[in-house]
């Protein structure tokens, strides 16, 4: 303890001592005017209000301080012979006696009460601020929370400064500090002081059971050797244990005058630092079982990409099989024509499998957040043909119809994307449709935005499927009918319309069919919210 | 080129590449195909035509091809060969426990599914099991009515159980029987998780019966499926 802190104590216990001779001084007064008027047996009982005054405000020195004050003034200024401490009626003796011993347990008493009330603040003082602490750090955000808790130590405390370091599991280390000015910007560069304090693991000679210690903080620029001098023995720091293990530390910084934690602070102190490592532990814990739903979730996402792929890819490779293996017949003779439609029939196939690796690949992109539409203008009449012309062998079992208005404006759009987009709906649409139905393709203005819309007389989409149909890899319960597809090209799409600020949807037909709608927006840089 | 005599085969696929190939195949090989996309039209075209033999992909877009096994089996015998993608030997399971005949896994050659067509339809022709007391297949022969088992003319001692196997391959043969279908019928429905028992049995039998029990020619394995009883010589069914 500093002489500084010692003063402080001295003038703190003073003041009581002070009060309780200006309070028998008072009621001396009193007692001196009412003797004046008439005689009253046992007025010296008005010395205990003096003494229970004295005990209830300043506590248990100050009212034994007070009951031996008032005994000898009442004896001095009362008792005969006045101005003197002998007393020549023995009674009197006895009544004085008496009112000294009454008065000094009365004056215990009380100040025992006034002890007991403050000490039950004190805890409710506490278990307030502890149960802050336990529902701040449970917030998401383990930073935020630490700040919210530094914030509310240093209003309970009141300190200048508060600051916070937690290691944790990968090896990250959060550090947060509140405060004003020089405290803050200390603990701010201080914090790597107190780091290497932690690492060293040096609090760990404390002596006394105390939660923490007083630290001193070396803030490595010489910019700062202001706050160097003035935070130099004032920064308390009280490590933080989760598993008997150290995983971080509370610093705090007191003001000059105040550079001292009583009992409760102390007892306050231990219970936060036990409440953060608690909570610390518990995100902990709750990280690693997330992490373990992660690997299981992806464990499950790799298997059903494998199915996908192992589907979606051998779906046109038996095809290929069938027609390559036959033309590799040799007891069998191929006319022209038949030569011509297995080799027309391995070009269409070789051809979807590369859009499904483009698919697999866009996919790759759409999910890693790498993709950039290259956008140019173009008419979307031209891109429909074009899109229609190339899966005509596809499509050739359909009656195809496009209904493209002259005069619709060019739209800004990165062609390859866009003509996926419309490839993999065509596609979708005559692999569901029945064969003679048809599949319409139409493009329309509308609401500043350009929609194009390819509708089939397929079994529709069931309703409950509606929400996942564009989700990667979904597949309609088992059971039910199920997607030759398995999605990928419409989770394609719904990611390439989307990273052009565009909408796509679904919905059923009136009359039976899905309607596959997808939006581009007319004005560059207006990104639709919805996307 | 007659193999296929004129019988009518329908091709249920949604993929009408793979369709294709396979129905020009089949014309080239004499058959008759009709064609179906989805489980709807397949159960249409089977009522209407009343195919020799159903070929069926069990990836459908409106029903599950077990369904159609289902239907078809409720009322007719037809053989039935499945298509489905590797990897999905639980599909092949459930499918030939429906009561399909064979199945093959996808991608295949022409050449193969010709091989199984065929197998498949001559045993329509044959007369039905447990009428005939001898049956042969290469140098073994089974007599039915006396329990004799014979190997290239010498008798194989066979115990109750092992011939109780047997007997079943013999009645079905060139046809997948899967590990359930198998123990059922000779332990019992009680005993329907015990394959383990099953493969020991089928591994005597080997011994007793194959040249070489590791590359057998009679009792072959259809890995994750089950065994098929083969009655050809093994390069009529070359993959």
Known sequence: MTVQMFWRSVRARWLGYVAALAAVAVVSGFIGLVLREVNLANVSMLYLLAVLATAVAYGRGPAVFASIVAFLTFDWFFVDPIHHFTVSDPEEWVSLLFFLVTAIVTGQLAAGQRQRAREAQQREREAVVLYDVVRLVGERDLEDGLRAVAERLREELGLEGVAMEIAQTHGAVVRVAVGDGDALKALQAGTLAAAHVLNAGQSRSNRRALPG?????????????DARTTLRDRVHLVPVRAEERRVGALLLAAAPESAQFDEAADRLLSAVAAQLGLAIERARLRT?????????????????????????????????????????????????????????AIVDQAERLNRIVGNLLDLSRIEGGTLRPDKGWYDMAALVDEVLGRLRPQTAGHNVVTHVPDGLPAVSLDYVEIDQVLSNLVENASRYAPAGSEISVSAQRANGEVRVAVEDRGPGVPPAAVQHLFDPFYRVADGTPRPAGLGLGLAVAKGLVEAHGGRIWVENRPGGGARFTFSLPLSEGVENPVA | ?????????????????????????????????????????????????????????LGLPDLDGLQVIRSIRTHASTPIVVLSARGGEGDKVAALEQGADDYLTKPFGARELLARIRVALRHVAAPPHGTEPMVAAGDLVVDLEHRRVTLRGREVHLTPTEYDLLKIFVANPDKVLTDRMLVETVWGVAYRQQAHSLHVYVARLRKKLEADPQVPRYLLTEPGVGYRFVTESPSHIAE
């Open chain 1, 288 to 344: 690693e079982a997330n992490q373990a739903e992660i690997l299981r979730r992806t464990d499950e996402l790799r298997r059903a990409l494998l199915n996908a792929v192992s589907h979606d890819l051998r779906t046109p490779l038996a095809s290929i099989m069938a027609s390559a293996g036959s033309l590799q017949q040799d007891d069998v003779v191929w006319t022209p024509e038949e030569r011509q439609d297995f080799a027309h």
């Open chain 1, 213 to 225: 210690r007083w630290v001193r903080l070396v803030p490595p620029t010489p910019r700062l050797s």
């Open chain 2, 1 to 57: 080129m007659s193999q296929g005599s004129g019988a009518r085969i329908l091709v249920v696929d949604d993929e009408p590449a793979l369709v294709r190939a396979v129905e020009t195949n089949l014309r080239k090989h004499d058959f008759r195909v009709e064609r179906a996309a989805t489980g709807e039209e397949a159960l249409e075209a089977y009522s209407r035509h009343r195919p020799d033999l159903v070929l069926l992909d």
